[in-house]
């Protein structure tokens, strides 16, 4: 009896070691891209994770050797201690581990657009332990403008109880919806700098749409797992701003999931590097 039990907890500790060995193999394989190539972020932050697989590897062949069950006790140990390391690095550092597109600019042009999404970005949507990922293409090419013009008298109204003022709003209105149209379509490359540290990471590689490639759910999966720090992914207008009466006119898109998605349009107010929410109306939702 003695004898089964003692055969039973090897082969226990043999699978248990297997499946170690395959579930690290396979987080450090997805959480750092190695499909598309080598990065300096799978030697470094994934170094550890490495070691960990290549260690439960060598415990399972000692133990199956050995018949020592302290190598596959080891072997356990190594398992959850990469494990934790790799859940917390993931989640804590996400946005290091992410690093910088390669394709983006070098340094974020000092344009008055800039400047405001920017602003946009880091004060109205970044949390500390979060960011989003930003289409680095503007999205407002199919948006119809008499669709949008449809909220002018809202806008007007809430401007108005803010403000206290509606001198020329209607004619600026007007203007920043003209110009919206123009300014967007075709659409546009960005060219603000990617800042997750700041709370959002600009797509120029493509580092997160290929999660999509194949299949969309599938992709939402992988990234959840890997990439657990992501909000959502985000598509912007460049934005329309009016120096006269600091309005800036532009939509903003959200999706969280496969079926977790929304638009909104929005009116800020832009003074002094800050903005003030006017007027947000969503426009879709999935």
Not at 83 to 107: A, C, D, M, Q, R
């Amino acid at each position: 009896m003695i004898s089964l039990l003692k055969n039973v907890g090897r082969v226990i500790l043999v699978i248990s070691n297997e499946i170690a060995f395959c579930v690290l193999a396979a987080w450090y394989f997805f959480a750092f891209d190695i499909q598309w190539g080598l990065t300096w972020q799978a030697v470094t932050w994934g170094l550890p994770l490495l070691a960990g697989v290549v260690f439960v590897l060598v415990c399972l062949i000692k133990f199956l050797r050995s018949r020592k069950r302290r190598w596959g006790l080891i072997g356990i140990g190594i398992s959850l201690l990469a494990l934790v390391y790799t859940s917390f690095v993931l989640w804590s550092y996400s946005e290091y581990i992410v690093g910088e597109p390669t394709s983006g600019p070098e340094e974020t042009a000092d344009t008055e657009v800039n400047r405001i999404l920017s602003t946009l970005f880091t004060n109205f949507f970044w949390s500390p332990e979060q960011y989003f990922v930003v289409g680095p293409d503007t999205d407002a090419n199919d948006i119809d403008l008499d669709f949008l013009k449809e909220y002018k008298t809202e806008m007007i109204d809430y401007y108005v109880k803010k403000d206290g003022s509606n001198q020329r709003i209607d004619e600026k209105l007007d203007e920043l919806f003209r110009r919206f149209t123009l300014e967007n379509s075709p659409p546009k490359r960005l060219t603000l700098r990617s800042s997750p540290q700041n709370g959002y990471y600009i797509d120029y590689d493509g580092k997160f749409s290929r999660y999509f490639e194949d299949d969309i759910v599938w992709g939402w999966h992988r990234m959840r797992l890997c990439r657990p720090s992501v909000d959502s992914f985000m598509d912007v207008s460049l934005p329309v701003y009016d120096v006269d009466t600091g309005l800036v006119l532009m939509y903003v898109g959200s999706v969280g999931g496969p079926m977790e998605g929304a638009g909104w349009l929005c009116l800020f107010k832009y003074i002094d590097g800050k903005l003030e929410n006017i007027f947000i109306e969503q426009i879709w939702i999935s």
